[in-house]
């Protein structure tokens, strides 16, 4: 059965959220107290309903605890958030993602029992910085305070060279865990691997290592 979602204010970030999901052929419910919101996304969602989400009653005349994923996208009004987040979690909903404004936010409602807490323009920050320093960063995950991953050109000097002659495990401590080409995606990547023109290295690592890595080859 297809999984289905359950959006809670679709201001910018919400309606980003509850249409992507929909193009990607889930169920996706939205819910705003706003009527124009609603308007605006009702042909691009499977049901789009106005109510006020620190309701109790209205939240469980929705049937919210049928749904899969319930992501709570209330920005501005934190109080508001705050106050879904509880009641969603004591109506028991299954997973419970919630977008905070700020890091008290996000404490917040981490203690109350969100299941996933994240900050989209704080991240999306980081991101923007890791590309402007790095013209070769195409992408960049944080999986921790001090690991990530990167999406990193080839660069010139790499073309034509495996993986083990580049020794970019033993010299930088990093690994490569994807190698992208123009026709394949290469998931498994072995030591003899050829690094070709235009390639893309996906790789994990500490990221003071990850960034001599990528500043030995500039
Ligand atoms: P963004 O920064 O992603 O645009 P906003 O804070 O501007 O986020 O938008 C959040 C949405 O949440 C708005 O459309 C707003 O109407 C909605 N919203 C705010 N409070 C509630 C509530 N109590 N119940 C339901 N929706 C709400």
Redesign the pocket.
Known sequence: MKKQFAV???????SSVAKTLYHMGFEVLA????ES?IQELINEVTHAVQ????DEEALKAIGIRNFDVVVV?????IQ?SIL?TLILKDLGVNTLVVKAQNDLHGKVVQKIGADKVIFPERDMGVRVAHHLISPNIIDYIELSADYSIVEIKAASRMVGKNLSELHIRAKFGCNVIAIKSADKMNIAPHAEDLIKENDILVVVGDNDHLQNFEMSFR
């Open positions: 809670i204010g679709i201001g910018r970030f919400g819910i705003d107290s706003n919101r109510a006020d989400t620190t996208a209330i920005g501005q009004d508001a879904t």
